[in-house]
Nanobody, 122 residues
Framework: QVQLVESGGGLVQAGGSLRLSCAASGRPFNAYIMGWFRQAPEKEREFVAAITWSGDTYYPDSVKGRFTISRDNAKTTVYLQMNSLKPEDTAVYYC????????????????WGQGTQVTVSS
């Protein structure tokens, strides 16, 4: 089992920044691809970023250049730095862990955090 706990969400104005953290405990942290997903009301959960144990990163076009994922394997923590935030980034953000070799699909992620709300005001 892997336990994931997100923190760092909140309310920010458009153009602002937030950094989310996800603390992991349980099985060896470096065995997993770590991902961030988000879900807005009445929308499907969508991929935001992922990072492999060796530091390879993946982003969809919607956040590329604005969001940065990183991980500290010693602290078993993954981060999501979000800059130039837009109102459409408003969602609940989830951290997840996958034993797959690829960052998608979503169904490959075995463990999920409880989520943290990010609200971007215009």
């Amino acid at each position: 089992q892997v336990q994931l706990v997100e923190s760092g969400g909140g309310l920010v104005q458009a153009g602002g920044s937030l950094r989310l953290s996800c603390a992991a405990s349980g099985r060896p942290f470096n065995a997993y691809i770590m991902g961030w997903f988000r879900q807005a009301p009445e929308k499907e959960r969508e991929f935001v970023a992922a990072i492999t144990w060796s530091g390879d990163t993946y982003y969809p076009d919607s956040v590329k250049g604005r969001f940065t994922i990183s991980r500290d394997n010693a602290k078993t923590t993954v981060y999501l730095q979000m800059n130039s935030l837009k109102p459409e980034d408003t969602a609940v953000y989830y951290c997840a862990a996958s034993r797959s070799r690829t960052p998608l699909p979503l169904s490959d992620y075995d463990y999920w955090g409880q989520g943290t709300q990010v609200t971007v005001s215009s």
